[in-house]
């Protein structure tokens, strides 16, 4: 599966901006989900993944409130939603997909990765 991630952008602090990933091909469906970031000097690190059905959902402490992971099969697209930016949320976000269907916080535990769109908090 081919992933493309927009939505991307600068949002002042307290703000919200939806971030999506377009999938390409027919066994999307099957695919967890998961959306990682990455900061300036820093490593990747995990936001939130979500089941192939879409049931299921797990997010980072560092989110959980504030950012929510949905997926909309027919569209082959993953969102994820974020309220309350802060700016420590300042990082280059990316999609990736799973066909263990597991809900990893590991980078290694995804198959394909998605380029990144920036998303930038100002304080």
């Known amino acids: 599966v081919q992933l493309q991630a927009s939505g991307g952008g600068l949002v002042r602090a307290g703000g919200s901006l939806r971030v999506s990933c377009a999938a390409s091909?027919?066994?999307?469906?099957?695919?967890?989900m998961g959306w990682f970031r990455q900061a300036p000097g820093k490593e990747r690190e995990f936001v939130a993944a979500i089941s192939s059905s879409g049931y299921n959902t797990y997010y980072a402490d560092s989110v959980k409130g504030r950012f929510t992971i949905s997926r909309g099969n027919a569209r082959n697209t993953v969102y994820l939603q974020m309220n309350s930016l802060k700016p420590e949320d300042t990082a280059v976000y990316y999609c990736?997909?799973?066909?263990?269907?597991?809900?990893?916080?590991?980078?290694?535990?995804?198959?394909?990765w998605g380029q990144g769109t920036l998303v930038t908090v100002s304080s």
């Open positions: 990736a997909a799973a066909r263990s269907g597991r809900l990893g916080a590991r980078p290694y535990e995804y198959d394909s």
């Open positions: 091909g027919r066994t999307f469906s099957s695919y967890s």
